[in-house]
């Protein structure tokens, strides 16, 4: 099994490539992605162009698979792959995927471990915008000043759908603003999450309404500065998608978005989960 990975910044990202391509489908490949994706937070494949069966196998290797959508959308062949898109024809409830322009990570908001990693493949590659972005909130810990650290340890956040769509609440068509809104649970996390092997993120994104115990206004600024800080440079990956782009990333320990675009490009991603092992603790 000949699988290469090259870093593409020093905290975050790294490229695979390979020598033969069924080398990938392979539990000894499952294995080392795994481990890969938890050290590298994101790994690119370039134009792997897995099909589904591809994508929901190595899902699986890394995995097992989870559903995070109760996806309505219709076209889907496969329920447990998910079509991200604004097509109305395939997605009739585009809010959700409009949320995905803010910082977030993946199930938070749900009655289930966080999914442990994201992955997508690009199917239709935007003609503008529409890159992913993805910031390490291990970093971002690890780069705060030990005085933050240790106020941070112990604070929990409130996180719901509604806080995190609410730069697009008045956008919502009216009629059904509420249900959208409604979507999931309200959850109460720590802020800062110490993993079952000791290392330390921090859960953020736009999810998170306030914190506990602290002022509304004082408790969204904190929010907002942690959430820059995770996003600045050094932290943080842009990927540009072309079509057959895979990249598979650490829900658990990223918070990620997409660069806005419009649903004339026919953006279209194919996203499946692997489940979480550890709640937030
Ligand atoms: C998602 C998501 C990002 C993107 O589907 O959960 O955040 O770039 N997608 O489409
Ligand atoms: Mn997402």
Redesign the pocket.
């Known amino acids: 099994m000949a699988i290469h990975f090259e870093d593409i910044k020093e905290f975050i990202g790294s490229r695979v490539s390979w020598d033969k391509r069924e080398d990938l489908f392979t539990p000894e490949a499952g294995q080392l992605i795994r481990q890969k994706v938890a050290e590298r937070t994101v790994l690119v494949f370039p134009q792997l162009g897995p099909t589904d069966e591809e994508q929901l196998a190595i899902t699986n290797l890394i995995g097992p698979k989870v559903r995070l959508t109760n996806t309505t959308n219709v076209q889907s062949n496969d329920e447990d792959v ?1 079509q ?1 898109t604004l097509d109305e024809k395939i997605n009739p409830q585009p809010e959700y ?1 409009l949320g ?1 322009f803010f910082w ?1 990570m ?1 199930g938070i908001t749900v009655d289930m471990p966080p999914p442990f990693a ?1 992955l ?1 493949s690009c199917r239709i590659a935007p003609s503008k915008g ?1 890159e ?1 972005e993805f910031a390490s909130t291990y970093a971002a810990y690890e780069g705060l000043p030990d005085e933050e650290k240790a106020e941070l340890e112990g604070m929990k956040a409130v996180h719901s759908v509604r806080a995190s769509l609410s730069p697009i609440h008045d956008a919502i068509p009216e009629k059904h603003r509420e249900r959208v809104l409604g979507i999931g649970l309200i959850k109460e996390h720590p802020l800062v999450w110490i993993h079952e092997n000791g290392r330390k993120s921090l859960v953020i994104g736009t999810t998170a309404d306030h914190i506990v115990g602290m002022s509304v206004p004082a408790g969204r600024a904190m929010l907002t500065r942690l959430a820059e800080w995770a996003a600045q440079p050094a932290y943080s990956l842009r990927h540009k998608w072309t079509e057959g782009d895979f990249v598979i990333w650490d829900n658990t320990g990223a918070m ?3 660069v806005p675009y419009d649903k004339s490009t026919g953006r279209m ?1 194919h ?1 499946t989960s692997v489940a979480g092992t550890e709640a937030v603790a």
């Open positions: 998910y991200v995927v995905t977030h993946d994201t997508l529409g992913t990620h978005r997409a991603m996203r």
